[in-house]
């Protein structure tokens, strides 16, 4: 036993001359026996390759604009399969001088590493690997990462078997593509995307070398979890390529010292359309459950990203400009901020990593807070000061005597946005909005903004909620009134109206919203100007039966609409895509359309799933009004934006064929504004989503309308103004038009004129005094 030990003693280190012969015999030992093992044994037991013959990738469901501006995708694997012959070059190359510089020379297994490996290996366990780009796909798609001698021979005889059956191209295209790259990525052409959020053709040099060294250890190296880890095994790579002569001194220089900017928010899109991509991932599971989100399927809407882009930022806007007219409600919440930096630190994060940004909106932790200054940590981790101007919303949280419930101090967490002027503190909005624009001639959605934000709220305003319209309801009585003779030109009497019994068994008085009665107006003037009183007058003629039946032709629910006086407010129930429907009747000439959202659907192969035409404007079958009704609508509805409470939509457009009415709800719940221009239909909305009043100074044209405005601006630009061209059937009459075969009568040109309070007598002359 002594005598062993010394031999044992005596052996020579693997790092002598005489260590390394020894070594290579038993490499060369173990490859004999492993070749004798894997074709007498492994072999008939190695797996099919038919998953790699037959590669078909977990592509995810994406959702696009119709102007192919990605906006949705949805699946567990975030893949684009890209072949190799469409990637950058340099990627490839960047990608091969890391991982299998001699991939194009040996057939599977590059045995000048692998003896590399093993003799590093043999020194101390299985610590280093020698696989392959072909040993890595066949450990891809059948084995798993434990480094086990049966294991690896297995994986050589699936590298043999895909070498034979591949070409060295499609083996790239397998791997380039397979592979996981952190971050739910799958591919280097996703992983591009979720880290630069570029296309791969549109990576720096320092960006593919990035990417390059993900594969070796995709949750150490990942940019966004381990930046310093992702850094130097980047450095590494570029290195590696200096060497290979894959790119110059110069270029390896510039490289090193670029400074990347990684996306740590995750996925982004380059338009906000999120309830369109979520109502399209609805209609595609729905047909194809599950495999929805593996199968590659595209689906393109009829969005359009210019007018979608418009009316996210308009509402947005808006609807911060509203939230900042009522004043800083105070900090989201309060921590205590721990003495020692390391807790505090973990503190602040902890706390903000519990709040989604929203957009610009940041949530971030006062660190110290005065008068003049401000200075707080974001959620990105940036420590940024806040002064001037950018306290001013918030200055009531600041001032000496402030409220508990304002008071801006350290730890409380506050929202914070950068523009063009700096830092600034601002707050989420609590309420809502949303935003649709159709297509008046085939109902093809154009925008669609279910909300401010729908990371923060799912519910879609724009097809679930369902709310009183109040004066944007008006149109609908108006035209019901011209098909029973009146005309534009009819005089309404504008005076106070008491009706007992009509409040549940009280008397009801219905008032103007400003208080005014004008003594009688034409029905024209009563829509323009938004007369309560008038239009209650209007209906009780009519009767409610009538009008209320009416309403069906133009889309809407009547169960949800009352039977009563009260419809004439608009105190029934719809929906904004409802209204943006009903509209579309008096913009496209007296037609009803259906919305529909989606134009094609394909799979990943390009083959037509399903497919929507859109359908010929103007068929007799889809009329529900005449054409006479529509423009003389329309006429009256111009003129609510000409000199009415829409006035301003035709002033700061500057365009002659802008419609539309504002809506008000009782006691402002509710702010409305509902409109057309050049065949596009748009309606706008803001209120509460628990109802209450959104101020007493505030009304449909200083809520909605302003997120109309700057949504139009954008769709209507470079469209030409469009002339109603009167249809025959129509005459002047009073200076305005009426339905020809009512030309003539009397019995419409007044309604309640009779109830009018006698004039006052004129005062008698003053005597002569004396």
Do not use: C
Not at 36 to 57: C, E, F, H, K, M
Not at 678 to 694: C, F
Request: charged share 20%; glycine share 8%; net charge neutral.
């Amino acid at each position: 036993m002594t005598s062993l030990h010394k031999l044992a003693s005596r052996r020579p280190s693997p790092a002598s001359p005489g260590g390394f012969i020894i070594v290579a015999l038993l490499i060369i030992v173990a490859l004999i026996l492993g070749a004798i093992y894997t074709g007498v044994v492994l072999w008939a037991n190695v797996p099919s390759i038919a998953a790699v013959t037959d590669y078909q990738p977990k592509i995810p469901l994406r959702v696009y604009t119709a102007d192919h501006v990605l906006i949705g995708e949805f699946g567990e694997e975030h893949r684009d399969f890209v072949p190799v012959a469409q990637m950058p070059p340099l990627m490839v190359k960047a990608l091969l001088s890391i991982e299998d510089k001699r991939f194009y020379e040996h057939g599977g297994i590059d045995w000048i590493r692998a003896m590399g490996a093993a003799r590093s290996n043999l020194k101390g366990g299985f610590r280093q690997g020698g696989s392959t780009i072909t040993m890595q796909v066949a450990r891809n798609f059948f084995l798993s990462r434990d480094k086990l001698i049966a294991r690896k021979a297995t994986e050589v005889a699936l590298a043999y078997k895909i070498e034979g059956a591949l070409s060295k191209q499609q083996i790239l295209d397998l791997y380039m593509n397979q592979i996981y790259l952190g971050q739910r990525a799958f591919g280097f052409s996703s992983a591009a995307r979720t880290y630069f959020g570029k296309p791969l053709d549109a990576l720096s040099i320092a960006e593919m070398a990035m990417l390059a060294g993900l594969p070796q250890n995709p949750a150490r190296h990942n940019p966004v979890a381990n930046p310093q880890a992702a850094r130097a095994r980047q450095q590494v790579v570029l290195k590696t390529m200096r060497d290979q002569d894959i790119i110059s001194a110069p270029q390896y220089q510039a490289a090193l010292a670029e400074h990347l900017r990684i996306n740590a928010r995750g996925q982004q899109f380059e338009v906000h359309a999120e309830y369109v991509a979520e109502l399209a991932r609805q209609a595609v599971y729905e047909q194809f459950k599950e495999d929805a989100y593996t199968r590659g399927i595209v689906v393109t809407t009829t969005i359009v990203s210019t007018d979608q882009d418009a009316a996210y930022k308009s509402l947005r806007r808006n609807v911060l400009a509203y939230d900042q007219r009522h004043g800083y409600r105070g900090p989201e919440s309060r921590i205590d901020l721990p003495d020692k930096l390391e807790q505090r630190d973990d503190a602040i994060e902890e706390a903000l990593q519990k709040r989604r940004s929203s957009d610009a909106l940041l949530p971030a932790v006062v660190l110290a807070a005065s008068p003049r200054l401000v200075r707080a940590v974001t959620v990105d981790g940036e420590t940024v000061e806040i002064s001037g101007a950018g306290l001013k919303f918030a200055a009531p949280g600041l001032a000496a005597g402030a409220k508990a419930s304002l008071r801006l101090d350290a730890g409380a967490i506050i929202r914070v946005s950068r523009d063009k002027s700096g830092w600034a503190i601002v707050q989420l909005p609590q309420v809502a909005a949303a935003y649709v624009a159709l297509d008046a001639s085939t109902g093809a959605y154009r925008a669609l903004v279910g909300g401010f934000d729908y990371n923060l709220q799912k519910f879609n305003h724009v097809t679930q909620a369902w709310r009183q319209p109040g004066s944007a309801f008006k149109p609908f009585l108006y035209s019901a009134a011209l098909e029973k003779g009146y005309s534009p030109a009819t005089e309404i009497l504008d005076a106070p109206l008491d009706m007992p019994g009509e409040d549940a068994g009280k008397t009801w008085s219905p008032q103007n919203d400003d208080g005014v009665f004008d003594g009688k107006v034409t029905m024209r003037r009563a829509l323009a100007l938004s007369k309560n009183v008038p239009s209650v007058r209007l209906l009780r003629t009519l009767g409610v039966p009538y009008v209320h039946e009416s309403l069906a032709k133009f889309g809407f629910d009547g169960a949800r609409q009352p039977n009563n006086l009260t419809m004439a407010l608009g105190t029934g129930a719809v929906t904004p895509l409802q209204m943006a429907g009903a509209y579309a009747v008096f913009a496209n000439g007296g037609y009803r359309v259906q919305p529909y959202l989606i134009a094609k659907i394909v799979d990943a192969r390009g083959a037509v799933i399903a497919e929507a035409k859109a359908p010929t404007p103007g068929r007799a079958e889809d009329r529900v009004i005449d054409a006479r009704n529509a423009f003389i609508t329309d006429s009256m509805l111009r003129d609510v934006t000409r000199y009415g409470t829409g006035a301003d939509a035709t002033r700061k457009l500057e365009r002659r064929d802008i419609a539309g009415k504002t809506g008000t709800t009782s006691d402002a719940f509710d702010g409305w504004f509902a409109g057309y221009g050049a065949q596009q239909v748009g309606v706008a909305w803001m209120g509460y989503d628990e109802p209450r009043s959104l101020g007493g100074r505030e009304f449909g044209a200083t809520l909605a309308m302003p997120i109309w405005i700057d949504a139009m601006r954008a769709a209507l630009a470079g469209k030409a103004q469009q002339e109603r061209i009167e249809p025959e059937g129509v005459m002047r009459q009073d200076d305005d038009w009426i339905y020809a075969e009512y030309a003539g009568s009397t019995e419409f040109k007044g309604i309640d004129l009779e109830q009018a309070a006698p004039a006052d007598p004129a005062p008698e002359p003053a005597l002569a005094q004396p």
